[in-house]
Every structure is written in C-alpha cells, then in structure tokens.
C-alpha cells in the first residue's frame, strides 16, 4: 500500500468533522471511534479508487455512513427500533455522548427519525452541500431537502422554541408587528 | 480558475443554511392555513410568523454547528493518529 503524504493530510484533516458526524450517528463515542478506525482502514486500503482533487470528506463519510448501516442491519434481529435504541442509549449513558450543556439539544436530535437526523446534520452542521448530502446518502437532493426541513420543523416543535417568550429582547418588536394586522 | 472554484466552493458552503431557510418560508407560503376563513387577505398576521420561522431556524443552526464544533475542536485522538503514523510507516518498510 502506498499512502501518498498529501492524500494523508487530507485524510487527517478529515477526521475530527468524520468522527463528529459518527458520533451523531452511533449516540455514543467509543463505538464512533471504532466506526472512525474502521472507516479510516477501510479507505484507506482501498485509497486506489479515490480520485485525487476530488471531494475527500464525501468520500470518506459516504464509507463510514456504508459502515455503519451494514452494521445496524446486522443488528437488526436484535435491535427492533434503532431510534428508540439511540435515545435509550442517551438516557442511560449521558456521558458518553458529550458536554452537559447540548444535552437538551441532543435529546431533540435523538427523537428525530435517523434519515432526518442524518441528513439535517449533514448540511446544517458538517457544511456540505445539498449535492454532496445526497451523494452521501445515495439519494436524491430534493429528499435531502425535504428531510433537513421536516428535522427543523420537528425539532423546533421538541424544543419548543416557537414559543414567543423564548426570543425576550424582541418582544416589542413582535408587539408592533402582532398589532400590526388591525 | 484555481481561485475561481475556491471562491463558488466557500459561496457554495455558506449559502447551505440559507437555502434551507428560503425553503423553509416557502413551505409556510404555500401552506393551506393561508386561507382565511373570513374571506380577508392574511397577509399581515402571517409576517411574524414567517420572521419568528427564521429566528428558529437560526437558533437551531447555532446550537447543531455548537454542539457538532464542540467534537471537531478536540481534534484528531491519539489512536487515530497512532493509527495513521503506523500506516505511514508501513509504506516505508
């Protein structure tokens, strides 16, 4: 095998982004990290059929996101419902999973369906585009759209801040604008 | 050229959440509820609402990039780099 220094670095470069997005996926960090090691050995043995110049995080989460969904269909016998698993898993080990202070935020996430949660946090959060989402994903841009504004949707209802009293320094602002309508 | 592509790839990456805002407000554009039952034009109640759908948005943006940053800036764990300095060395031998 002959790892080019370059395609190293951008495989490096990747990795915290990569294991950020593993993380959202598997709910807990060591088996993220496993997944990550399994990803990187994974392109890495097979580096021939990455085209320098093009998009290498792509490449690399289209691997692990192919990983980790044959892994849940093995576990599926035993695994009835992955999402009701993925939250049981934030519930009993909290710790596992990241600072306190996004726990509210990432219980929300954890309810959300994993094909929104996965897609929302692909272009919200990892920066890719509509396009790349989709690659990624291997379906089409306009699922991926719709599936990152049914998670924002939904996720604005779970942390209920479509509440007015949530945005304080606006309220006057907001009292013109209701009153607006007479 | 090179600069070219560099620039459409950083507009590319901003505009993400913005195109999902747009698309959002379309949404509630074309929602049914625009109807008002009493024959009126709907028009200035609903402004708020379509303004108060872009503050959530953002609000939800900041908390999932601050939640997703909080894992990016503890960098590359040492057993990945192990890992890849291993298979460096490998190609050496």
Known sequence: ????????????????????????LCGNIDRADDLVQETLLRALSHIDSFEPGTNMP????TI????????????????????GRYADTL????????????????TALAKLPSDQREALIL???????????ASICGCAVGTIKS?????????????AIDNVDDFGPDRATRAVLAGGGR | ?????????????????????????KAETEAPHMQDPMGRPTTPPNKPHARLGREVQARIGQQLRAMYDDV????????????????????KN
């Not at chain 1, 792509?58 to 989460?61: H, K």
């Not at chain 2, 050229?1 to 407000?25: A, C, I, L, P, Q």
């Open chain 1, 1 to 24: 095998m002959k790892l080019d220094p370059a395609i190293r670095d951008q495989v490096l470069g990747t990795v915290p982004s990569l294991r950020a997005f593993a993380i959202s």
């Open chain 2, 1 to 25: 050229m090179g600069e070219r592509g560099k620039n459409d790839e950083m507009k590319h990456r901003k505009t993400n959440f913005e195109t999902v805002s747009s698309d959002h407000e």
């Open chain 1, 64 to 83: 692990l996101r192919n990983l980790f969904r044959s892994e849940y269909r093995k576990r599926r016998r035993e695994v009835e419902d992955a999402d």
């Open chain 1, 91 to 106: 519930k009993s080990h909290p710790e596992q999973t990241g600072r306190v202070e996004f726990e509210e935020f990432r």
């Open chain 2, 72 to 91: 990016v800036n503890q960098g590359v764990p040492d057993n990945i780099q192990d890992l890849m300095r291993r298979l460096g060395d490998q190609d």
């Open chain 1, 58 to 61: 792509a490449w690399l989460f």
């Open chain 1, 123 to 133: 272009v919200g959060a990892s920066g890719f585009s509509y396009e790349d989402a």
């Open chain 1, 147 to 159: 599936r990152v504004n049914r998670a924002r949707t939904r996720l604005a209802d779970l942390l």
